[in-house]
């Protein structure tokens, strides 16, 4: 039984909140009441064992303690399995939690939909883009200030998104049609900021409009679906292959990992250790460089003999310069192909926030090798360079499918434009 299918997280529309505050109240009012629910009474069964009898000549006590186990031996009691990740309660509705409650309401999502894992997940997105909003949302609120947007307000914007590491192409984007809508009609600092989120987010979808995918990459149910993992040494790909895992096993998913890493110094060992923190399994060639599409083969074998609903395949990540790690890839892909062409195949690129313009040039060379279909981004939390999503979206028209802000293992969540734009611009 899945805590909560994030695969598959409900989305709606955009729109406005008509009262946060008290949307917030709502749903604080139910998660709580939900968390002081008592818990399921067990389920008790005859049981087919003799009754003991209580011998005679006992004292009072020692004759009820005896009816006491007369009536437990009688009974089986069977219960559910704890929950092995609980999730912490709110405490109270601070300013997180109702920044929270405001991008959900803002979504249309009724306060009785919603989870503490949705509330949670959104204050650590906002707290992990601290580093990229300081003084940019401050200078921007000043910039735009009461004032009609203005060339030089427009000039301004300019400076502090490319500080952002936005991406010389993806703010042209955004200024062009901030300069076209200026020329329409007067606007104001409110408008030109909702303006700004606007046309930031449409820049994020603009690759799942040209290529008509859902908003969410979710694995299909009841069948076989690989997702080949990309990128470089030392952008997190490995830790978000363990993410994955456990995202996917929360979900409701059945998973399995194949160490297709097989060059890398304990790059098996470290799956393996974030694999077993979701009880997934770990396919593995024990063998100092052995070959990744061996290990794939391998997988793909176990995979249906166990029904697995999604593969994760760790690949590589030397430098892509090197000739040999493409033609890896590219073999890789074409084993794939051949032993599952019915499977649903996926190619995420991990990209390392922090590494911004630069970690985003180097890991496109792995474009063509391995048939990229989207991208995950991780380190946000710790880097003041997250508007290089924006930059992803704009210069390699690849979605971005997953974020990770922090370290935990559950800190790797579903890609949500509008979710995203409001956390990178939220007031400080």
């Known amino acids: 039984m899945s805590e909560f299918d994030w695969f598959n997280r409900e989305t709606t529309e955009p729109q406005s909140a008509e009262d946060a505050l008290a949307w917030a109240k709502e749903a604080y009012a139910r998660l709580k009441a939900a968390k002081a629910e008592p818990a399921q009474e067990p389920v008790l069964e005859p049981a087919p064992a003799q009754k003991p009898v209580p011998e005679p000549g006992l004292s009072l006590l020692e004759q009820a303690a005896a ?114 809508r200026m020329n329409e009609a007067v606007v104001d600092g409110a408008e030109a900021l909702a303006l700004l989120k606007q046309q930031l987010q449409q820049l994020l979808d603009d690759p799942l409009c040209k290529t008509s995918v859902e908003p969410l990459l979710a694995p299909r149910k009841s069948c076989l679906n690989i997702w080949l993992i990309v990128g470089v040494n030392g952008v997190g790909k490995t830790t978000t292959i363990g993410k994955l895992a456990n995202l996917a096993v929360r979900s409701g998913y059945s998973c399995l990992v194949a160490a297709g890493d097989t060059f890398r110094a304990a790059a098996v060992q470290q799956l393996q250790v974030w694999a077993e923190r979701s009880g997934v399994e770990v396919i593995a ?43 890896e890839l590219a073999k890789v892909r074409r084993i794939i192909d051949r032993l599952a062409p019915e499977a649903k195949v996926e190619s995420l690129l991990v990209l390392d926030a922090s590494q911004g313009q630069n970690g985003l040039r180097q890991a496109m060379a792995f474009a063509s090798a391995a048939q990229l279909t989207g991208v995950v981004i991780t380190k946000l939390d710790g880097t003041a360079r997250g508007g290089v999503a924006l930059a992803v979206a704009a210069e390699s028209g690849l979605p971005i499918r997953f974020i990770g802000a922090g370290e935990g293992i559950g800190d790797l969540r579903p890609f949500n434009s509008f979710e995203f734009i409001e956390a990178l611009l939220a007031k400080t």
Request: charged share 25%; hydrophobic share 40%.
């Open 67 to 180: 009816k006491r186990e007369e009536r437990l031996a009688s009974l089986v009691v069977v219960e559910s399995e704890p929950d092995p990740t609980p999730t912490a309660e709110p405490e109270v509705i601070d300013s997180d939690f109702l920044w929270s409650a405001e991008v959900l309401a803002a979504q249309g999502r009724p306060a009785a939909q919603i989870s503490i894992e949705e509330i949670n997940w959104l204050g650590k997105l906002r707290q992990g883009m601290e580093k990229t909003r300081q003084g940019f949302v401050t200078q921007l609120l000043e910039n735009l200030g009461d004032d009609p947007l203005s060339e030089q307000s427009l000039e301004e914007i300019e400076t502090l998104l490319l500080k952002a590491d936005v991406g010389v192409e993806s703010t042209d984007q955004v200024l062009n049609r901030l300069r076209q």
């Open 285 to 327: 060639n024990p063998s100092n460089n052995a070959d990744p599409a061996a290990v794939v083969f391998d997988a793909i074998g176990a995979a249906r003999s166990k029904n697995i609903e999604l593969l994760l395949v760790d690949t590589a990540g030397r430098l892509q310069t090197k000739h040999n790690l493409m033609e």
